[in-house]
């Protein structure tokens, strides 16, 4: 069964420091891994994607790391910002020729002053 | 331009209504999906149009009706809706193939009275 399970399911932090959030993976057949950050009552937006290749990518404060082989991800927030306070979701795609979405459960994150 | 309009931002209905949900793209994306989302829960996968043809419909009850017009346009048709099916509805737009950015709108807000 394809699923996609990520920890902790929430997390508090005061502002300026960093977290990690872990994400691990049994989606077959792969295509990517994206990270997306999801306000309340929003949409999602896109912080990274990583094929089967990459093991790491950056975005501003975002940094995302893939291992293939272990089919483990994490999502490492540095300084973190009042506004990070979000759900941050992690996104396997399905190699089926077009995008299926397979989407983790979500780590409520709330930075805290 | 790299945004998904969807409209209304908010809807309430009745359950005798009917009511339409658009959403619009200008990216040239060839791909379009619906997404329904409860609190606190990841999307689930509605419909799936790919070169403005249904190619997934994930069992979706027959009061959800889809339609995509044109390659920038897509409409998900509601009639006879339940309480339950109050969420927050989705709209996302992609390339295809898999291994590209998959944009989301903001969201429609749905209750149904």
């Known amino acids: 069964k394809n699923q996609v399970e990520q920890s902790p399911q929430s997390l508090i932090i005061l502002e300026g420091k960093n977290c990690t959030l872990q994400?691990?993976?049994?989606?077959?057949?792969?295509?990517?891994l994206r990270w997306y950050k999801q306000d309340t009552g929003r949409g999602p937006v896109s912080l990274t994607i990583?094929?089967?290749?990459?093991n790491t990518k950056s975005n501003g404060r975002y940094t995302a790391t893939l291992d293939a082989d272990t089919k483990q991800s994490s999502l490492h927030i540095t300084a973190s910002q009042l506004s990070d306070s979000a759900s941050y979701i992690c996104?396997?795609?399905?190699?089926?020729?077009?995008?299926?979405?397979?989407f983790g459960t979500g780590t409520r994150l709330l930075v805290s002053p | 331009d790299t945004e998904v309009t969807q409209t209304p931002k908010h809807l309430v209905m009745g359950m005798t209504n009917k009511k339409s949900l658009k959403c619009e793209q200008h990216?040239?994306?060839?791909?379009m999906y619906w997404y329904k989302q409860k609190a606190k829960k990841p999307p689930e996968l509605m419909f799936v149009?790919?070169?403005?043809?249904?190619?997934i419909n994930e069992s979706v009850p027959s009061r959800f009706s889809p339609e995509c017009p044109n390659s920038s346009l897509l409409n998900l048709h509601l009639h006879a809706l339940q309480p339950e099916d109050s969420a927050l509805y989705l709209c996302?737009?992609?390339?295809?193939?898999?291994?590209?950015?998959?944009?989301f709108g903001q969201g429609t807000r749905l209750t149904v009275v």
């Open positions: 996302a737009s992609s390339r295809p193939d898999g291994n590209t950015e998959a944009f």
């Open positions: 990583m094929t089967f290749s990459e």
């Open positions: 994400c691990n993976y049994t989606v077959s057949p792969f295509s990517n």
């Open positions: 149009y790919s070169y403005e043809k249904l190619s």
């Open positions: 990216m040239g994306h060839r791909a």
């Open positions: 996104v396997v795609t399905l190699n089926t020729g077009f995008q299926k979405l397979v």
